[in-house]
């Protein structure tokens, strides 16, 4: 038997609500289950609100009923996995959030499924090593291209050629991911 995956989220949603209001104390939450269209974009956003307030899973289809993201709330903030995927059901992005703000590793990947950039967040601001990754728009092989470190958002980089690291570059751009191109999906910012 096979279930059409909108019907099987909606049964989840249904189940939390009703799961919730066996836990509830005080009786007076208002729980509203969203099946929303966008007329202009066809989109369809699920999820379940508490009060007003958006909670727990929720996700968005397109016009093909293709799933486009999925992301987690707690008290209408999110919190917890955040995923994007391309029209082909190919992941996009992905990251985490806690109380709204970025938390954690996140990851962008090209239409074609290959890792565009990783690095990771603490309370909003890029920590660490990121990476950025291309190769397909030079003839090469897809692989690393560059590496950012960041410290409490300040950035110092090293330009990685042929896997060998060079001296940290003065003035580096700060690149931006588009979806101009997935060939070359970077524009430089600054």
């Not at 609500?17 to 009786?27: D, E, P």
């Not at 369809?44 to 508490?50: A, E, R, S, T």
């Not at 007003?52 to 987690?72: A, D, H, I, P, V």
């Not at 090209?110 to 030079?138: C, I, M, P």
């Given at each position: 038997?096979?279930?059409?995956?909108?019907?099987?989220e909606i049964f989840?949603?249904?189940?939390?609500?009703?799961?919730?209001?066996?836990?509830?104390?005080?009786?007076?939450?208002?729980?509203?289950?969203?099946?929303?269209?966008?007329?202009?974009?066809?989109?369809?956003?699920?999820?379940?609100?508490?009060?007003?307030?958006?909670?727990?899973?929720?996700?968005?289809?397109?016009?093909?009923?293709?799933?486009?993201?999925?992301?987690?709330?707690?008290?209408?903030?999110?919190?917890?996995?955040?995923?994007?995927?391309?029209?082909?059901?190919?992941?996009?992005?992905?990251?985490?959030?806690?109380?709204?703000?970025?938390d954690g590793e996140?990851?962008?990947?090209?239409?074609?499924?290959?890792?565009?950039?990783?690095?990771?967040?603490?309370?909003?601001?890029?920590?660490?090593?990121?990476?950025?990754?291309?190769?397909?728009?030079?003839?090469?092989?897809?692989?690393?291209?560059?590496?950012?470190?960041?410290?409490?958002?300040?950035?110092?980089?090293?330009?990685?050629?042929?896997?060998?690291?060079?001296?940290?570059?003065?003035?580096?751009?700060?690149?931006?991911?588009?979806?101009?191109?997935?060939?070359?999906?970077?524009?430089?910012?600054?």
């Amino acid at each position: 038997m096979k279930i059409n995956l909108p019907v099987l989220e909606i049964f989840k949603i249904c189940l939390i609500a009703f799961l919730l209001n066996g836990c509830s104390y005080s009786g007076e939450e208002r729980y509203t289950i969203i099946n929303d269209k966008n007329i202009s974009t066809g989109e369809v956003l699920k999820g379940l609100k508490i009060n007003n307030e958006k909670m727990g899973y929720w996700c968005s289809y397109n016009e093909q009923n293709k799933l486009t993201s999925e992301r987690y709330y707690l008290n209408d903030k999110l919190n917890g996995e955040y995923k994007s995927y391309f029209e082909n059901g190919g992941l996009s992005y992905m990251s985490n959030l806690i109380n709204g703000v970025l938390d954690g590793e996140t990851k962008s990947y090209s239409r074609r499924g290959n890792l565009l950039y990783s690095g990771s967040f603490d309370q909003g601001v890029r920590t660490g090593k990121w990476e950025f990754y291309s190769g397909a728009h030079h003839g090469s092989e897809w692989g690393l291209n560059y590496v950012i470190y960041f410290d409490k958002g300040n950035k110092t980089a090293k330009l990685i050629e042929n896997n060998n690291l060079e001296p940290p570059v003065v003035n580096v751009p700060v690149w931006r991911h588009t979806i101009l191109s997935d060939e070359f999906p970077w524009e430089i910012i600054e």
